[in-house]
């Protein structure tokens, strides 16, 4: 019964420091680009110790411009791994959220919560998310 013990056991070992590998925190400081159907939105941010801040500018889809908010993030840094998906505040009911898979790649949207027509029409539209 031993003998048959220690194989498996060092298969849960591996797959243990695979899994907890795949799993390290992404460092997402800098600008990104969010590349939307009618023009680039910019995201630059900034650690500042356990959260990261910035300044979001998604373009308008009609009227031309932008809009620009501060963002915070709200989700713990140490969640920032490949394939979680990271939230952002604006502080005036909009909410970005990014899924990446990299520290340079992902897909960025954002989640309005206004009845503003044009930000409504951005509503859940997924677009690439690159450095």
Known sequence: MK???????????????????????????????????????????????????????????????????KVRMLTHPSHVTPGFTVSFDTGSNVFLFLNLSSEVSGVGWINPGTENAELQSLFGVKVPAHR
């Open 3 to 69: 003998r048959h013990f220690l194989p498996w056991l060092t298969i849960l070992l591996i797959l243990t420091s695979t899994a907890m590998a795949s799993a390290r925190e992404l460092n997402i400081a800098g600008p990104w680009i969010l590349e939307y159907p009618h023009g680039k939105g910019t995201l630059i941010l900034t650690r500042m110790g356990d959260t990261y801040v910035g300044d979001l500018t998604i373009p308008r889809p009609q009227s031309g411009g932008s809009f620009v908010w």
